[in-house]
């Protein structure tokens, strides 16, 4: 090193750096600059894909007397992973392939509650088949993007906003508190959690908004289970098994026959026999959750339900939207405390991200929040994945954060469907009517006797 720093062109620090691009250096650049490329290239192909697909939104009412519970929901979001592709390598590097996305979302313009799902239109008949298994008489319609009639143009002279990407408080596999929870065992009694939360956005004036959004993508393959088994093999104290890539075992096999052969070598040579190990009766190893607290115990069975369903990566967003005259930030309260209802202190639970909410502190507040507000409203208009990495909800957290309200939840501007008076057949036969009363005593109906059986036996 001494050496290196004693030639006299390396005094020069334009001169260093040649010498070191001129000797090697130059492969670590290219090998940056190549990387960059591939992610340009990714970034322009998967962008043009998208493009060509097609979306549809989609308006759910379901009938006023719904007796449905949120499995019936959880139902609805299994059939939806149906849509689960990986795609293979010409489609993802060459065509731009993406998992395509399925949008649930509730919003409330003005007070005026509506459930919708956005879906591609190639998924139009999963999506209504999935819906009409669980609710036969629901009503679903196409409807034009609401999001359209808002820009993004921030600072705005019409209306103020206050959005924010909503992520958990602990790690993927830890639950959030969901529906069976709200449920009585003994006298069946459901109590909605979506209660509080419809009942907020009932509330709203003329020029107030709120939206919800969830934008999922189907998790392939037993990739989330093996996070959330190395989880509980971790919170019971045992080591999990760190998978080995191919590349890995390529490298490390020249030294493992080496090492193998010398142990064999060695204890052939000057090792003493063994004598023979007498079997002991072995049941297994121990029922590790017998020992642990129950707490702990309560958590390691809650993440094993949780890793058991099928899962989405899941962009959770809300928007609290208003005109500047009707804006009323302690709505935003309203919201948190409603989301509250699903956290636990020992597991799980929502809270708004840091990085991706309308909010800043110190220096450059405004036009810091001002290009937050932009940014997250155009992924409110695009159902993007993007910012952030997304969390992972199962098909029953899922359905206890967005499922219609049970026959119980009055919130009267809930859309909803009236019940329908089928007409009968054509075809129905029916008897001639005479509208002459029958003339008799002063009773307004007579019953006309007929003749007895001939063959009737008398006393």
Excluded at 392 to 407: D, G, T
Aim: aromatic share 12%; proline share 7%; glycine share 6%.
């Amino acid at each position: 090193m001494n050496e290196f720093l004693a030639v006299p062109d390396f005094s020069n620090p334009l001169a260093s750096m040649w010498w070191l691009f001129s000797h090697g250096g130059f492969v670590i650049l290219l090998g940056a600059l190549a990387y960059g490329i591939w992610w340009i290239y990714l970034d322009y192909i998967q962008t043009e894909y998208l493009k060509k697909v097609q979306y549809v939104l989609l308006a759910v009412d379901v009938p006023k007397e719904n007796e449905q519970t949120p499995k019936a929901v959880e139902h609805i979001f299994s059939h939806f992973h149906g849509i689960q592709k990986s795609g293979n390598w010409k489609e993802k590097y060459i065509d731009g392939y993406l998992q395509a996305t399925i949008t649930l979302e509730l919003i409330s313009i003005g007070g005026y509650i509506q459930y919708l799902i956005r879906c591609p239109i190639n998924a139009r008949d999963l999506v209504e088949a999935a819906i009409y298994a669980q609710y036969p008489n629901a009503e679903i319609t196409e409807v034009e993007d609401y999001t359209e009639e808002l820009g993004t143009t921030f600072p705005n002279p019409d209306f103020n906003v206050w959005a924010a990407e909503i992520v958990f408080t602990n790690e993927d596999p830890y639950p959030i508190r969901t529906y069976p929870l709200w449920e009585h065992s003994l006298t069946q009694t459901f109590l909605d959690p979506m209660a509080s939360l419809l009942e907020i956005m009932n509330r709203l004036q003329d020029g107030e908004q709120i939206w919800f959004q969830w934008v999922l993508a189907p998790v392939p393959g037993q990739d989330f289970r093996k996070r959330g088994l190395d989880l509980i093999n971790k919170l019971i104290g045992q080591k999990s098994k760190k998978k080995v890539s191919t590349l890995d075992e390529l490298i490390q096999a020249p030294g493992n026959l080496a090492v193998g052969t010398w142990v064999t070598l060695t204890r052939t040579l000057f090792e003493p026999g063994e004598a023979v190990k007498s079997k002991k009766d072995d049941n297994g190893p121990p029922n590790i959750l017998q020992y642990l607290p129950p707490n702990v115990r309560a958590v390691v069975e809650a993440i094993g339900i949780k890793i058991s369903k099928l899962a989405f990566a899941t962009k959770f967003r809300v928007a609290y939207i208003g005109k500047h005259e009707v804006f009323n930030r302690a709505r935003v309260a309203g919201l948190m405390g409603a989301l509250k209802q699903f956290n636990t202190m020992d597991m799980n639970g929502f809270k708004p991200s840091k990085k991706m909410k309308t909010a800043a502190e110190y220096y450059f507040v405004e036009q810091r929040v001002n290009a937050l507000r932009r940014k997250i409203f155009r992924q409110f208009k695009q159902r993007s994945m993007s910012g952030g990495t997304p969390i992972v909800m199962n098909i029953e957290e899922l359905a206890s954060v967005w499922h219609f309200p049970v026959i119980t939840v009055k919130a009267p501007s809930v859309q909803k469907m009236d019940a329908k008076r089928g007409e009968p057949p054509v075809s129905l036969p029916v008897s001639d009517f005479d509208p002459t009363p029958i003339s008799g005593g002063p009773s307004s109906t007579n019953v006309v006797a007929g003749n007895p059986p001939a063959n009737l036996p008398t006393s």
